[in-house]
Structure formats: C-alpha cells, structure tokens
C-alpha cells in the first residue's frame, strides 16, 4: 500500500521535526513548506493526500492559502492549525470545506486523529458495523423463531431496516449476503404468522391497527382545535425509505410520534388505500357503494372516489371535519398545491396523497432506465432519495412548516423486490397483479402462496361464487405458464406489492411539528 503524502505548511516548521518523525514512523510521508506560495507550487508539482496549514503566516494568510488550494484541488482534504480562536476564522475556514480545525499547541497524537478520521474514518466505521452485528446476529436469529405478538413483529423488523441501512454502506458483500438471509428467513416466518392471525385481526380488534382503522384510531385522535393539519399519504413508501428521507425533515420539523400499522391484504393501492379512506373492509365498500367500486377484471380506475369515501367516514363518525383533498400525480398539481397551501389553514384537515414512489416501483418494471437506476433495495433508497430531495413535495413541506401545520405521514402498503417466479393458472377474470391473484379455479404452487379459502372472511368481496383470493409469500411473484421464461425474467427483480411481507405489510405513521422559527 502506498504512503499518505502529507504537506505541512507552516512558518515555523523546523520546529515541527518530531511530529514529521512520529507521521513517519506510522507509514505518513510527510513533506514541510515554510510559505503559501511554496505549498502552492508544491501543490501543482506533487500529488499530496492531505494538507497541514497554519492559519497564521507571513506573506499568503492561512486564510488565502486555503482558498487557493480548494480553486485548484477542491477535493484536496485540508486540516487547518491555529492558536486563534477568534469564530470568524473558524467560519471563514469552516466555509472553505476544511476537513478538521485544531487548536495550538497540537501533540502528535491529535495530528494522528485528525488523519486517520479522514483516510480510515470509513475503514473504522465498517469494522466497528460488522463487529456490532456479528454480536446482534445470534440474538436475531435466535429471537425470529420465538416473536409471539404483531408489535414483537414491528420490533423485529425495525432492527431488520436499521442493520440494512447500517450494512448497505460496507463494501463486503458476504456480510451482507448472511444479513439477506436473516431477512429471508423473518420473511418466511412472517409469512405463517399472518396464515395463523390475520383472519382473527380482520373480524375482531384484537390485532394492529389496519388500513381501515387509520383514521378512526390514529388521524382523527391527532386532529386538534385551531391546528390545521396536513395528513400526508405518499403511496408505497416503505419503512426504509421513510428512514432515509427522515433526515431531510430535520431543519423544519421535530417527529412528535412514530408508530407503525398494516397494511390490509391485498397490499395494493385498490383495497388498502380505499379502505383507509372509507374506514371500511373491501367488501364493506363494495356492499354500501357499489357504484365507488370496480373489481379487479373491470375497466377503469380503482381510487377514483376517495375524498367521497371520506365524506362518508366522517359522516358516519360523526365527525364534523372541514377538510380539503388533493391527489399529487403530475408535476402542475403539485405547484398549484404549493402556490394556495395558505388558503389550506382554513381547513382543519389537508389531505395529499403522492403517488411519485409508487410510479417509481411500476415504472421499474416497464422501463430499463429506471430497471437500472435500481436494481436492488439499496438503489432503489437512494433513487427515493434523489427524488424527494428535488421534489415540490419538499418545498410543500417546507412551506406547511413555514405556516404552522401540524404534518400526519403515512402510506397505504409498501413493496419487495421480487426474486423467485411461482407458476400460476387462472381464468380470463383473474386479476393480473404479481403478488396476489383474485379470481376462480386458480391453480398454484402452494409453497409459494398463502391461501386463506373464503373472501368474505378476509373482508373481501367476492367476484363470483368459488371466487377465491391468493396472496404471494416471501420474495415470489405469479407467472403464468404461457410464455412462463419470457415473463420470469421480464419481472424478476422487480418491486411489487399485493402479498405477505414484513416490506409490504409493516408501514409507517408519523406525527411532526413544524420546528419554532
């Protein structure tokens, strides 16, 4: 391995021989100028690591030196030394991207620190990561096969998102390949624990809270008097990408509360967000508004009527709720939102609902750009990221904090990135998700499916008599036999939703106030 080049500037750097001597002595190759003008002509000469400057010298100011080592070699790290305190050098050397500021006198031992956070920062990092989750292992897996209860199932899996987030940044792919199957294995469980409870959740209140209790239990709790309030619903952001964009909320907002509720099955913007909105089982829906609602087979769109389906959850809550709904699909909606978000505080509820992340996901599967930008989970984050870093969502949000909005975010389902194909046969009214199948005579590979027999237990409607639902388990997705190669391998790797898994089924309900200006 070749040694760090390190150049120390400094007016009196005869005297600094022992410290050049202890860098030596640890693999540094450490170079002195007296000047700036020197270190600048051997700068352009030599390719130094890092950069040693004293902030106080005759001729070039510590000051201007910087400034032009960072118009020629922006990258170049710089570790500015100084006996003053004064802020406003520290400012004006903060404000030229100074990698570390110390203070005089500095032993060799700081001067070690300071390099070793810039060039081993990330090799410390990883080894203390895998250390840490090489002890959480062992705990983890020993405690998937004894979760009894659905919130020992929110734990889990909230320690499942923070080790991928954790992990995703080391560059060791066996590390992350045992953590991928510590998950795979969660998912499996996961899978039988909702075959034995969700039927008991869906007729009674002893289970979480589900798509169609959202409002009654969690949003209507959190409306208060004379506080306008923004429910935020971004379609299909999972846990994980609630976790990434979390930070970039941070200037404007504190998290007041965070809890996490299921998603219905199926995990799809048709039942699950319908239901949230009518506070209503599917086939509650489908019974009281059958004009509101399509099955799976028919034309047309399926959440066409959702601030209607609202109207009529407060009607029969009794509650009397000034609110205004807003649904986000297109880029001139989003600016007409942000442009009148003041005319909002007349309401006491703002409903958004988003639908960018969950364009994302299907635009993945029907286009290669996008099946580019993000093949995997880790891509996928950082695409969610990019996206909502640049969005007006960001700026809406921004504003609403600006003008005193109490902020609700949530989601309908999230989604997973599929890996295996599970044959399947259907009739010509089946419907065509990935993950769940709706219809007659389905035949499928039990293996890969939960089946729970009877729509109407599941709080289903049903499409015809021995119409039946099945939902995709783990990391499958259905394929029909017909040209079976051709569509395995157009949707694998794919995000899909619409089945059982802790991704899809597991969802985040945050409450935010906007931060005191």
């Not at 080592?69 to 404000?95: F, H």
Request: aromatic share 10%; net charge neutral.
């Amino acid at each position: 391995m070749n040694k760090i080049r390190v150049l120390w500037i400094d007016d009196e750097v005869e005297n600094l021989k022992p410290h050049f001597l202890f860098l030596n002595n640890r693999g540094y190759q450490t170079t002195g100028a007296t000047n700036g003008q020197d270190a600048l002509d051997f700068i352009q000469r030599i390719d130094f690591d890092v950069i040693l400057l004293d902030e106080n010298m005759p001729g070039l100011s510590g000051i201007e030196t910087l400034q032009s080592i960072k118009t020629k070699k922006p990258q170049l790290p710089v570790i500015m030394i100084t006996k003053n305190e004064e802020e406003k050098i520290m400012e004006d050397a903060i404000g030229a991207k100074i990698s570390d500021y110390l203070i005089k006198p500095v032993n060799p031992n700081q001067i070690l620190l300071s390099l070793k956070k810039i060039f081993k920062h990330k090799d410390l990092i990883a080894e203390k990561t895998i250390e840490n989750y090489q002890k959480e292992f062992g705990k983890l897996a020993q405690e998937v096969h004894s979760l009894q209860s659905y919130q020992d199932w929110i734990n889990h899996f909230e320690k499942l998102v923070y080790w991928e987030l954790e992990l995703e940044s080391l560059e060791d792919p066996s590390m992350f390949e045992i953590f991928e199957s510590q998950k795979i294995e969660s998912n499996s469980l996961f899978g039988k624990f909702i075959e034995r409870n969700y039927l008991d959740w869906i007729d009674s209140n002893n289970g979480p809270i589900l798509s169609n209790d959202l409002f009654a239990k969690l949003v209507i709790p959190k409306l208060k008097e004379f506080k306008p309030t923004i429910l935020l619903l971004i379609d299909n952001l999972r846990l994980d990408q609630w976790h990434i964009i979390r930070e970039e909320l941070n200037n404007t907002h504190s998290i007041e509360s965070e809890l996490k509720y299921f998603s219905i099955l199926p995990t799809t913007t048709q039942y699950a967000r319908n239901a949230i909105f009518a506070g209503l089982k599917p086939i509650d829906i489908q019974k009281k508004f059958p004009h509101w609602w399509k099955f799976d087979h028919e034309e047309g769109g399926k959440n066409l009527f959702e601030e209607d389906l609202l109207k009529e959850q407060f009607k029969r809550l009794g509650k009397d709720i000034a609110f205004s709904f807003h649904k986000i699909t297109q880029l001139v909606q989003s600016q007409q939102l942000l442009k009148n978000l003041q005319n909002c505080l007349r309401d006491n509820l703002t409903v958004i609902v988003y639908n960018f992340v969950d364009m994302i996901s299907h635009a993945k599967t029907e286009m290669e750009i996008i099946k580019e930008l993000a093949p995997d989970n880790k891509a996928y984050r950082s695409l969610t990221l990019s996206w909502f870093r640049n969005s007006p969502l960001k700026k809406i949000l921004n504003k609403s904090a600006e003008l005193g909005f109490q902020l609700l975010l949530t989601t309908d389902h999230g989604t997973i990135n599929v890996k295996k194909p599970s044959p399947v046969i259907g009739d010509k009214e089946t419907s065509l998700n990935l993950r769940y199948k709706a219809g007659r005579s389905i035949t499928y590979d039990s293996k890969d499916v939960l089946d729970l027999k009877d729509p109407n237990l599941l709080g289903l409607p049903s499409i015809s008599l021995n119409s039946q639902y099945i939902f995709a388990n783990q990391y499958n997705y259905f394929v029909y036999k017909n040209n079976f190669n051709h569509y395995a391998s157009l949707f694998k790797n794919t995000f899909q939703h619409g089945g059982v898994s802790l991704e899809e089924m597991i969802i985040p309900f945050i409450q935010l106030n906007p931060k005191a200006k």
